[in-house]
């Protein structure tokens, strides 16, 4: 799959906005649903993978086209083909740790459904704007398939096991309040506005210095899997690093000057 730039880059599929120095919009744009197939998840894959290498890589923001869905989940379509669906499983589970290690912020701008795989893509942000339309969950139990097992997993840790099973083990849908009260959203915008208020949280990410930022990501995706040895290491080589930052010494110089006037 081809990607062009509109101030960015565009496929057929996947629209790339710069939308500032740095802050970049993403559109999932696959009518009518924005469902995903293996070639779009690759094409996300391959953006995500140039972002990453910047030396300052752009906060973003993933949204998805129309006013309907965010992303309808993949495309059952390609479950036919045993072979195919293997692949686009395998794939999607890259993109998730894709997401989940992308060091600068990652919003998504729920504008509408987020199903199945568009619900995990949500679950992997650091903040989440549903619209007051929207409607999440995994709906996949009564269709004959399977979530992710990477997505399962993180909504467990992030939904606490009893709201992850319910989920689940249910298939039902929930309304974007009820995805507030578990911990699923970050915050209800207007449906009009939501893509507005992704890009303001974005940018107040964006403003906060991004190698604490990207310290702080790291060590809450990686310490569930360390012993105290080992995140006690991860922790002083990250003071070291921040500690002779000419960034973050200027922030602090500023709070201590700040507390003595006060």
């Keep these: 799959m081809k990607i062009h730039e509109t101030s960015g880059m565009k496929t ?10 740095d802050v970049v919009q993403l559109t999932i744009d696959r009518p009518p649903a924005n469902a995903l197939n293996e070639p779009l998840i690759t094409a996300l894959m391959s953006v995500f993978r140039d972002f990453a290498r910047h030396d ?10 129309g006013e309907k869905f965010f992303c309808a989940g993949g495309d059952i379509n390609e479950v036919a083909d045993h072979e195919l669906a293997l692949s686009r499983m395998e794939a999607f589970h890259a993109f998730l740790a894709q997401l989940e290690q992308y060091p600068s912020p990652l919003v ?3 504008n509408g459904y987020a199903v199945g795989a568009g619900f995990e893509m949500a679950l992997h942000a650091d903040y989440v704007v549903a619209s007051a339309e929207s409607r999440l969950g995994f709906p996949e139990i009564n ?9 399962m997993r ?5 939904l606490g096991r009893r709201a992850a099973r319910s989920l ?22 207007a449906h009009d506005e939501t893509l507005r208020d992704a890009l303001a949280k974005c940018r107040a990410l964006c403003a906060k210095d991004r190698q604490l930022f990207a310290a702080i990501k790291r060590t809450l995706r990686e310490s569930p899997r360390m012993n105290d040895e080992a ?6 080589d990250d003071l070291r690093g921040y500690l002779g930052n000419a960034r ?3 922030a602090r110089s500023r709070f201590l000057n700040r507390n003595k006037k006060a």
């Excluded at 993180?154 to 992030?158: D, E, I, K, S, T």
């Design 12 to 21: 057929d599929e996947l629209i790339c906005t710069r939308i500032d120095a």
């Design 56 to 65: 300052v890589p752009p906060g973003i923001v993933l949204t998805g086209a």
């Design 108 to 110: 998504c701008a729920v």
């Design 143 to 151: 269709h004959g398939l399977l979530p992710a097992a990477k997505g």
């Design 154 to 158: 993180h909504a467990a840790a992030l």
């Design 168 to 189: 689940l083990f249910s298939g039902e849908l929930i309304t974007a309040g009820e995805a507030l009260a578990i911990g699923a959203v970050d915050v209800i915008s």
């Design 231 to 236: 995140l006690l290491q991860m922790t002083l």
């Design 248 to 250: 973050t010494a200027d």
